[in-house]
């Protein structure tokens, strides 16, 4: 059976030059960098709070990959970043070289950036369609308890991670592996309370061990435990005895933007954590006593749909570190990808291409290899006045396994908000924007290039 939705007549309740959809590090680094050319910028955020994944999944570690390398932040995240410390400090960590949020404060410390930065901001504003005039995009449409609301704007970035206003647009995408469309796993992070802190961090940090002893008990298969996920990072060690973020329970073979599969992710992952929580008890000294403490708002994902874009970046790319004339953004060689399928015994090489197994690839001290990223990876094939930023740009799943870094996501975000602010500026569409220009702006923004 099927249903016909009527046509509504809809205000246009705002119009501005950049419409930024999404509020997570893309997002933010996209409406921050528009509103600074001077663009009137509106960022929507379908929930209640900033930060994407960072605050809703509690990926409070966001560069543990650069430690030990030659590679620091620059541009906005550093920006964030610095200012966040001098208000809110080590976020209670106790754990050596702290450079965590907590993604509580990071929430308040984002509403106030946000209102300086001069970005007008609606949470609670689900983008789920657009209205098109031919090949541009005159109208987003926000669904809201009181009904649609529409909101117009010269250019629209879409940061939504999945790529919503791209696909509602009519915009292709790619999603997850090319053979089976598995994504990697859906995540919920959760904390827990009661740890004995000053037992965990006499001689050395425990919870680095605890991780190592974790993997060995899995592999030699006496956990007992139903989660596939082998590996156990831990975040913020606190004096109140709380471990801010376990990143543990993994559902696989999911679809993201899928609500029956979403459903099933975050009661999988509770159930889990109900079994953690007891493994642990009985299991490692110091979590005797633990109590969960929160669960993140929502299941996290590292990956979805990929946009077609006027250029698709490959790992193969990355390996011969092609340079771009149109580079936006130079990151360090890395890739991430935990196993789609829930494979954990593979070899995890990136000749796999996440098929055998987690491919884990960082950076040692003496290694200076880097990427770019094209700006055509954030130009669409279609849509003249749409722009994407984050981990949805246009990439193979290989390569968007080392893009989806937060930091890299704020990076292409940033790109994405300099070069609407411009193209409104100079009345052209975004793919036309003068790419020198979008650079030099970029740079005296702190970017590094
Ligand atoms: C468990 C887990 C651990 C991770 N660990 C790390 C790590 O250690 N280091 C690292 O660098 N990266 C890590 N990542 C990856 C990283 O979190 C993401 O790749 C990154 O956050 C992507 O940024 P983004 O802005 O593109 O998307 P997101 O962070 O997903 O933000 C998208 C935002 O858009 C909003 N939104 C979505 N759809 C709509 C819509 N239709 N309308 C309005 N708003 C919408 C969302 O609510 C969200 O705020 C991890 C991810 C997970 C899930």
């Known amino acids: ?28 680094g996209a409406a921050v960098s528009a509103a600074r050319t001077g663009a009137s910028t509106l960022l929507l955020e379908k929930r209640g709070f900033l930060g994407g ?16 390398t030659q590679f620091s932040t620059h541009g906005l995240y550093a920006e964030i970043e610095d200012a966040y410390r001098i208000e809110y400090g080590r976020s209670h960590d106790l754990r050596e070289g702290s450079r965590r949020f907590s993604a509580d404060y990071l929430r308040i410390f984002l509403d106030e950036f946000l209102e300086k930065e001069g970005v007008q901001v609606i949470l609670h504003s689900f983008v789920n369609d657009v209205v098109m005039d031919g090949e541009r995009i005159q109208a987003v449409i926000i669904q809201t308890k009181q009904g649609p609301m529409a909101v117009s704007a010269k250019v629209v970035i879409d940061a939504t991670g999945d790529g919503d206003v791209a696909v509602a647009a009519g915009v292709p995408y790619r999603q997850g592996r090319d053979t089976d469309g598995y994504c990697q796993p859906g995540t919920l992070n959760f904390r827990v309370a009661g740890v004995d802190t000053h037992y965990l961090l006499d001689n050395g940090d425990k919870l680095k061990e ?3 002893k974790f993997e060995k008990e899995y592999l030699s298969g006496r956990t007992g435990l139903d989660c596939k996920r082998k590996d156990l990072p831990f975040g913020r060690l606190t004096r109140a005895g709380v471990i801010s973020y376990i990143n543990y329970p993994c559902s696989y073979m999911i679809d993201p933007t899928s609500n029956v599969d979403l459903s099933r992710g975050e ?81 995890g090489r990136l000749e796999g291409e996440g098929y055998k197994g987690h491919i884990m690839v960082h950076l040692g001290p003496d290694d200076d290899r880097t990427f770019q990223v094209p700006y055509r990876c ?43 602010g411009l193209s409104v500026q100079a009345k052209v569409v975004p793919a036309g924007v003068n790419i020198a220009q979008v650079r030099g702006t970029l740079e005296k923004q702190g970017v590094r290039i």
């Open 1 to 28: 059976m099927t249903v016909i939705i009527k046509p509504k007549e809809v205000e246009v309740s705002r119009e501005v030059d950049v419409l930024v959809v999404g509020g997570g590090p893309a997002g933010l």
């Open 210 to 212: 605890i991780g190592k």
């Open 378 to 420: 954030l130009v669409p094939v279609k849509t003249d006045n749409l722009l994407v930023a984050g981990r949805c740009i246009s990439s193979s799943h290989v390569a968007e396994s080392g893009i989806r870094a937060i930091f890299a996501c704020m990076l292409t975000g940033q790109a994405a908000g300099v070069a609407a």
């Open 53 to 68: 994944n960072i605050t809703a999944c509690y990926v409070e570690t966001c560069n543990w990959f650069l430690a030990g």
């Open 267 to 347: 009661i999988e992952c509770r159930a889990y954590i109900k079994q953690f929580l007891n493994y642990m008890r009985n299991n490692f000294r110091g979590f005797e006593d633990i109590e969960l403490a929160s669960i993140a708002p929502e299941i996290g994902f590292r990956d979805s749909r990929r946009i077609e874009g006027k250029y698709c970046l490959t790992h193969q790319d990355i390996e011969a570190g092609k340079r771009f004339d149109d580079a936006i953004c130079v990151f360090p060689r890395m890739y991430d990808m935990l196993s789609p399928d829930g494979n954990m015994l593979g070899d």
